[in-house]
T-cell receptor, first 112, second 112 residues
Framework: EAQVTQNPRYLITVTGKKLTVTCSQNMNHEYMSWYRQDPGLGLRQIYYSMNVEVTDKGDVPEGYKVSRKEKRNFPLILESPSPNQTSLYFC???????????FGPGTRLTVL | AQSVTQLDSQVPVFEEAPVELRCNYSSSVSVYLFWYVQYPNQGLQLLLKYLSGSTLVKGINGFEAEFNKSQTSFHLRKPSVHISDTAEYFCAVSISANNLFFGTGTRLTVIP
């Protein structure tokens, strides 16, 4: 089954404790993105990757890191999480040129 | 700069009544248009898309949308809603593989 998977689905952590949210897709898509969803703000892109070892900032990259060492994986790293990063995070993959996104199930992160 | 406006943040409608969710965008170039649906506690799922050709696009679950280039709109419609249509709906606009902009969402509540 074609899908995007994320882990964990739910995470509660404390300020400053490094964490990684994993994302994997099995559709051989070149493009992958991370979004955060906040009430009243819709989805905002954090980072995106056009291929292995090629990443770029989206609209809200501050406080986040990403890496793309393999085509199928695109982990999101919060090196020092803060409460304002409490949000619902989605990973997505897509194929150019139309940019139709295939979303993972989401990770709900709470930073205390 | 591109932007997407969903004019209604919440739309309550009675079961079996018609509904229209509005989406307007601003762009000086050709765009691809999408509607996504997010059911409670789930990820985003593609409802329909406009890439080119016929301006009336049909999607899943009986939804359709019409691309109006002169009014820069892509409104979503359904002639008769069901309880199961209760969800949040997001309009999105893409001008290239690296640029996808989401609206802030419309929460559709179907009242029995």
């Amino acid at each position: 089954e074609a899908q995007v998977t994320q882990n964990p689905r739910y995470l509660i952590t404390v300020t400053g404790k490094k964490l990684t949210v994993t994302c994997s897709q099995n559709m051989n898509h070149e493009y992958m993105s991370w979004y955060r969803q906040d009430p009243g703000l819709g989805l905002r892109q954090i980072y995106y990757s056009m291929n292995v070892e090629v990443t770029d900032k989206g609209d809200v990259p501050e406080g986040y890191k990403v890496s793309r060492k393999e085509k199928r994986n695109f982990p999101l790293i919060l090196e020092s999480p803060s409460p304002n990063q409490t949000s619902l995070y989605f990973c997505a993959s897509s194929l150019p040129p139309y940019n139709e996104q295939f979303f993972g199930p989401g990770t709900r992160l709470t930073v205390l | 700069a591109q932007s997407v406006t969903q004019l209604d943040s919440q739309v309550p409608v009675f079961e079996e009544a018609p509904v229209e969710l509005r989406c307007n965008y601003s762009s000086s170039v050709s765009v691809y248009l999408f509607w996504y649906v997010q059911y409670p506690n789930q990820g985003l799922q593609l409802l329909l898309k406009y890439l080119s050709g016929s301006t009336l696009v049909k999607g899943i679950n009986g939804f359709e949308a019409e691309f109006n280039k002169s009014q820069t709109s892509f409104h979503l419609r359904k002639p008769s809603v069901h309880i199961s249509d209760t969800a949040e709906y997001f309009c999105a606009v893409s001008i290239s593989a690296n640029n996808l902009f989401f609206g802030t969402g419309t929460r559709l509540t179907v009242i029995p």
